[in-house]
């Protein structure tokens, strides 16, 4: 639509157009090739050699022996190596989905209520909205140690609460214990990242126009059944496109395991387990096929939530 | 009655939220200005008003050359994807050409990577680069977010600007280059502004990148020291102090963030991308 003198005065024009757009684009495509594409490629082929941290030139190629090799000793038993068998990478992996599948869950029903709350038309509603944005304005690592310090063993604030209301009888230490620290890690998580989800749910909500609300009132219908067949139905884009976000920033996280709950393996993600064994270990071929498989796992999750959601992730993109 | 009843939850419900979300930052300033074995006590309200640990932060060089540091990193990084971005987004907005939205997504794809699947290969660029434990190390491996981000965010912006006002800066004979410092250009400051403090933020907040291209103190970035930070040993953890710390380098985001509120909660719906 809409390009009508542009065609009117001519093909030049156009053509002129097209060449500015080509190299307006390829300073930006070029740094994302040298600072994207270009180390992405080489992870994935170090996963294939076997390069140390210290002698980064010297691997050889070793094909998929990061992966899965497996040798056959004379006595005839066969020992399978590598990360596809190796059980604390199947730990990391388990705990990346739980975290990711527990917390986008909550981030979402409890966003979704947060947006409804300021969906409302009430005073001080501006100031409330500024309230929730403040966890969101934490740095993750600052939030990360303030919550350590409330989940102390000894001198935290919520163990201190949790026992004047009667809801535990001794003191928990929560990062540190097998049991709780994954809670630990989801609560914070939850905490820092509901406020995203409700500013999108509050921007989707904005968008269904009133009267829809009026007819419904108008014809009686209960308020549980209108957010069930109206509200719920109209944002429903919004919320996938949220979730989408969500959940690959879940599967991908690093910082906020790493500082609350250090070398915990209840909580050791994939992204926080490939790390160590590149520059903590000396495994940097074996980190490297790690970084890899969680790439794949990604790309394979987008691909199917795009292609089973059949979300318009780009909007309007070819207006 | 029951309407009365209905207001009194709904009173408590945002009260809820307000609290939860305050909580956490109320409680990192009350225990900064406690020491010694007050700090040990748990306390509900302010019981005292020490400055002691402020001093101690702001008294510490490596701490404040961290702080430099962040600032010179965020800042370097938004100013360069902001450069790139803004003539890229012109062409992704407001020419037609072919595999136009494939290269959006490809661009919005580049922001949602896993970071360490490019960190070994990052590494080793950096060391071939001889960036290694310099700033530019991370001004490099930065660019990977904050540059899909910002051209994402300002092509949605650009996309919206009235065509009548470019088809006449056309029949004047203006050329793109002319169009966008001329006529785009002024009408996007504030879409400027929300997507660059957005980069800033994202940046300043970084820290898989920066913890593993510094070596030494002198280098890191904020988050990473504060990370970091430890007494003598390894249970003797300055809570007074790294509370002291955290307020001071947050409190800054949070001001930014309150002024601004309106236009970054239109450019995160906007971007649809976390900044």
Not at chain 2, 62 to 74: C, G, T
Not at chain 2, 148 to 160: A, E, G, H, K
């Amino acid at each position: 639509m809409a390009r009508k003198s542009g065609a009117a005065s001519g093909n030049s024009l156009s053509a002129q157009r097209k060449r500015a757009a080509f190299w307006f684009l390829v300073p930006m495509l070029s740094a994302l090739i040298f600072v994207a594409a270009w180390p992405l490629l080489r992870t994935i082929y170090f996963s294939f050699t076997d390069t140390s941290l210290t002698s980064l030139y010297d691997g050889r190629w070793i094909g998929f022996d990061n992966y899965l090799s497996y040798r056959e000793l004379s006595s005839g038993r066969v020992i399978w190596k590598g990360t596809l068998v190796d059980p604390a990478w199947w730990n990391a992996v388990w705990n990346t989905v739980r975290f990711t599948f527990i917390s986008v869950a909550f981030e979402t029903v409890l966003g979704l209520m947060v947006a409804l709350v300021l969906h409302q038309n009430f005073k001080g509603r501006g100031w409330v909205r500024a309230a929730i944005l403040i966890p969101w304005a934490i740095p993750t690592i600052v939030s990360a140690r303030m919550w350590g310090w409330m989940l102390n063993d000894q001198f935290g604030i919520i163990n201190d609460m949790l026992l004047s209301v009667g809801l535990i009888d001794r003191k928990i230490a929560w990062t540190a214990t097998a049991d709780t620290a994954m809670y630990a890690v989801l609560a914070v998580d939850i905490w820092k990242t509901t406020p995203f989800m409700a500013l999108l749910c509050l921007a989707g909500l904005q968008m269904i126009p009133r009267d829809i609300y009026e007819a419904a009132k108008v014809d009686g219908v209960h308020p549980i059944k209108v957010f069930w067949k109206v509200t719920l139905p109209l944002i429903r884009p919004a919320l996938m496109v949220a979730i989408i976000f969500r959940s690959l920033d879940a599967l991908r996280i690093f910082d906020l395991v790493y500082v609350l709950t250090p070398n915990s393996q209840a909580t050791k993600t994939m992204s926080v387990i490939a790390r160590e064994n590149l520059f903590d270990f000396d495994k940097f071929a074996y980190g490297s096929a790690q970084s890899t498989l969680l790439f794949a796992l990604i790309a394979i999750f987008v691909s199917a939530y795009i292609w089973l959601g059949k979300v318009d992730l780009g909007g309007n993109a070819d207006r | 009655m029951k309407k009365h009843l209905q207001n009194v939850g709904f009173w408590c419900v945002v009260a809820l939220i307000v609290i939860v979300s305050v909580f956490p930052f109320y409680y990192a300033v009350i225990t900064s200005f406690k020491t010694g074995t007050s700090l040990f006590e748990v306390d509900y309200f302010i019981t005292s008003f020490d400055l002691a640990n402020y001093a101690q932060v702001m008294e510490n060089k490596k701490f404040l050359r961290s702080i430099f540091n962040s600032v010179l990193i965020a800042g370097a990084t938004v100013g360069f994807a902001m450069f790139l971005a803004v003539t890229a987004s012109y062409a992704l907005a407001r020419v037609h050409f072919r595999g136009r939205s494939l290269l959006l997504m490809s661009i919005l794809a580049v922001s949602m990577f896993p970071q360490i699947a490019v960190l070994a290969g990052l590494f080793e660029l950096i060391r071939f680069l001889g960036i290694y434990n310099t700033p530019w190390a991370m001004i490099l491996s930065y660019t990977i977010f904050t540059l899909p981000f910002t051209v994402w965010v300002l092509t949605t912006f650009m996309r919206d600007l009235p065509i009548e006002i470019e088809e006449a800066a056309i029949i004047d004979g203006a050329t793109p280059w002319n169009i966008i410092t001329q006529v785009f250009l002024p009408l996007m400051w504030p879409a400027l502004v929300t997507t660059g403090l957005l980069a800033f933020i994202g940046a300043w907040n970084e820290f898989l990148f920066a913890l593993t291209f510094t070596a030494s103190e002198e280098q890191r970035t904020v988050p990473v020291a504060i990370a970091l930070l430890s007494g003598s040993t390894e249970f003797e953890t300055p809570w007074g102090a790294l509370m002291a710390a955290s307020v001071i380098v947050t409190v800054p985001l949070i001001i930014l963030v309150l002024i601004f509120q309106q236009k970054i909660v239109s450019g995160l719906t906007a971007g649809g991308v976390k900044g």
